[in-house]
């Protein structure tokens, strides 16, 4: 028997929150954006699990109805969670 397959997942938070959206957000100087909706939902159409901190969604004003598909409300509770079941993670 092999190993499981891994399930590769993105929590997306603070100001790169509002790139799960289908919410159009202008574009200050001061923000870097390294993903952007479109991004998001490739890699939601390849499978890949996408958080978006539900705390800076409530800053932004933003609901789970613009959240792009694939995309779900998260928590740090679910983001600690994700941490400890999995093998590495990547932070940039």
Known sequence: MGA???TPRSYI?????CAGTHRSIP???S??????????QQLAASGV???VCGT????RGLSEQVLIQGAHRSSMDELGDWVE???KVFTF
């Open 4 to 6: 499981p397959p891994l």
């Open 13 to 17: 938070h603070c100001t790169a929150s």
């Open 27 to 29: 574009f200050r100087a």
């Open 31 to 40: 923000w870097t954006f390294p993903l952007d909706s479109n991004l998001l």
């Open 49 to 51: 699990a996408i958080a």
């Open 56 to 59: 800076c969604m409530e800053s």
């Open 85 to 87: 079941e999995c093998e």
